[in-house]
């Protein structure tokens, strides 16, 4: 079966260092990989997206994420955390073919000042 | 331009009512998706438009969920009769024709909760 897992339910980082929020997949074919971000009574953002080419990518508010083939993993990072970065963090995958997303269950984070 | 438009954003029914969900997606956008998210779990895909045609309906839980893209534009999304497991935010999505590189744009989701 397709399907995406984020290991963390929720991450604790201090403001101003640097930030991990974990993503594995197990789909078909070449996917297309995402990272959303949702803010307490708002829709899903999107932060960023892996297509092809470099696997690191850049995406919105300094957030960027790192496609490695062979760990099927796709880690969204930040280099400084910031407390209005705290949020709920979805990686969502779409496999080969199809055009669907395959979504984790999120990953809370928590930036304390 | 305009996002992709949810209503309600929060809706309270009880057990054996029906309640329609709204998705106004963004204009042009032929590809119409719906999601939901039950009890903090992850984000599950229900459905997909293609303009007016269901492309993929794989995800529908079962009969009581019946959706409709009238026109290709705006979407509902009805249940009836509406049962306890079926609380949770559902989120509507757009994009582009077409698989390549395309974005989704998520609405603001529907919180529905049945009691």
């Known amino acids: 079966a397709q399907s995406v897992a984020q290991p963390e339910d929720q991450v604790n980082v201090a403001e101003g260092n640097p930030l991990t929020v974990k993503c594995t997949y197990s789909v078909s074919g070449n996917p297309y990989l995402f990272w959303y971000v949702q803010y307490p009574n708002r829709g899903l953002q999107f932060l960023l997206k892996y297509i092809t080419g470099d696997n690191l990518v850049k995406g919105s508010y300094g957030f960027e994420a790192e496609f490695n083939k062979s760990q099927t993993s796709f880690h969204l990072k930040k280099p400084s955390a910031l407390v209005s970065d705290s949020a709920l963090y979805f990686c969502?995958?779409?496999?080969?073919?199809?055009?669907?997303?395959?979504f984790g269950a999120g990953t809370r984070l928590a930036v304390h000042p | 331009e305009a996002g992709v438009t949810q209503f309600p954003s929060h809706s309270v029914i009880e057990k054996g009512q029906t309640v329609t969900l709204r998705c106004d997606p963004i204009?042009?956008?032929?590809?119409l998706y719906w999601y939901r998210r039950v009890m903090g779990k992850e984000i599950k895909f229900l459905l997909h438009?293609?303009?007016?045609?269901?492309?993929?309906e794989s995800g529908m839980p079962n009969n009581r969920f019946l959706a409709e893209r009238t026109g290709g534009t705006y979407s509902t999304l009805k249940v009836q009769p509406a049962e306890l497991e079926d609380s949770g935010v559902y989120f509507c999505?757009?994009?582009?024709?077409?698989?390549?590189?395309?974005?989704?744009?998520f609405g603001s989701g529907t919180r529905l909760t049945v009691v």
């Open positions: 969502a995958v779409r496999p080969g073919g199809y055009n669907k997303l395959i």
């Open positions: 204009s042009g956008h032929d590809n």
């Open positions: 999505a757009s994009s582009l024709a077409g698989l390549r590189g395309q974005s989704y744009t």
């Open positions: 438009f293609v303009k007016e045609s269901k492309q993929d």
